[in-house]
């Protein structure tokens, strides 16, 4: 299954369910080399589809961001629950979340 869609030094991740050790694997077999050679300057993590998110790929997301830097990383469209992780994680200002948002 293929979690990435790379444009040029953008890249967009998308999770289906649950953003759990499983996906995290796949996403970093997909992109580890790119992300360490900079060769993908842009990260957007799609959460339309995702129901829930784990502590590992909270902590995957936060390595991707360190890698490409706040400005390039981008969040979009998490549910409740995903931002609530987040904000639990005291990341919602990281990511750009705040309490009310969705």
Known sequence: MK???????????????RYDFRHVS??????DDMLHTNRI????VDLTHT???SA?????LVG???CVGQKFFRIISPNTLVSYAFI???????????????
């Open 64 to 66: 991707i961001q360190k």
């Open 41 to 44: 300057r842009k990260v957007t």
């Open 51 to 53: 129901t829930s998110v």
């Open 3 to 17: 979690l990435t869609l790379i444009d040029g030094n953008a890249v967009t991740i998308r999770v289906i369910g």
């Open 26 to 31: 796949m996403i970093a077999d997909e992109l």
């Open 56 to 60: 590992a790929g909270v902590r995957q």
């Open 88 to 102: 639990a994680a005291a990341l919602g200002d990281v990511f750009g979340l705040s309490k009310g948002d969705d």
